[in-house]
Structures are given as C-alpha cells and as structure tokens.
C-alpha cells in the first residue's frame, strides 16, 4: 500500500514539475525554520542549567535613558552585589563578573 502511495506522489511530482517544487522547497523552508527556533528556544532555556540551583539565580539588568540614548545592559554599579545581599531578605549570595577589556 505504501508502494502505491509512493510511486502515485513520484507520478504527480513528474506530471506537474513546478507545482511540486514549490510544495517540496516550501516544506524544506518550513522544516528549517521550525529546527532554527526550536534550537534557539533550548538554548535560551538551558542557559545556566548546569549549576544544581539554577531556578535560583537571577541576573540585574540596566534599562536606563540618558538624554537621547538608551541604556540595555547587564552592568551595574560596584557595591549593588552588597547592597542587594544586605537589604533584600531572600538574597542568600551576590556575586559580580567583571569582563576585561570591555
């Protein structure tokens, strides 16, 4: 039964050229871009997965304007890390990166 599918498909594919290419790169196009944002969601989704409480970690974001500019950022202001740790209750450790060169 699947034999007679398959040569069917194979006989219309050859009998109407262009429509069939059409059909088989808009599925390629299809697949390829559902791959492309499944593989970007599991990796927005496993990004610190690693460590053993990785629920509990979060990271301190700066959205801020300045005359014209806008500000998106993940750098903060040096003491925060203390701050945070001495006047929020639920923060159990802070901790800050510093990236060199940047």
């Given at each position: 039964?699947?034999?007679?599918?398959?040569?069917?498909a194979?006989?219309?594919?050859?009998?109407?050229?262009?429509?069939?290419?059409?059909?088989?790169?808009?599925?390629?196009?299809?697949?390829?871009?559902?791959?492309?944002?499944?593989?970007?969601?599991?990796?927005?989704?496993?990004?610190?997965?690693?460590?053993?409480?990785?629920?509990?970690?979060?990271?301190?974001?700066?959205?801020a304007?300045?005359?014209?500019?806008?500000?998106?950022?993940?750098?903060?202001?040096?003491?925060?890390a203390?701050?945070?740790?001495?006047?929020?209750?639920?923060?159990?450790?802070?901790?800050?990166?510093?990236?060199?060169?940047?």
């Open positions: 039964m699947l034999k007679n599918y398959i040569l069917i194979m006989r219309h594919l050859l009998r109407q050229r262009g429509y069939g290419i059409i059909n088989i790169a808009g599925l390629a196009i299809g697949i390829a871009c559902f791959i492309l944002v499944g593989m970007f969601v599991w990796d927005e989704l496993s990004y610190d997965a690693f460590h053993e409480h990785a629920d509990r970690i979060y990271r301190i974001t700066l959205d304007r300045l005359k014209d500019e806008e500000f998106l950022t993940a750098k903060s202001s040096g003491p925060l203390q701050c945070l740790k001495s006047e929020i209750p639920g923060v159990e450790a802070a901790g800050r990166l510093r990236v060199i060169g940047d």
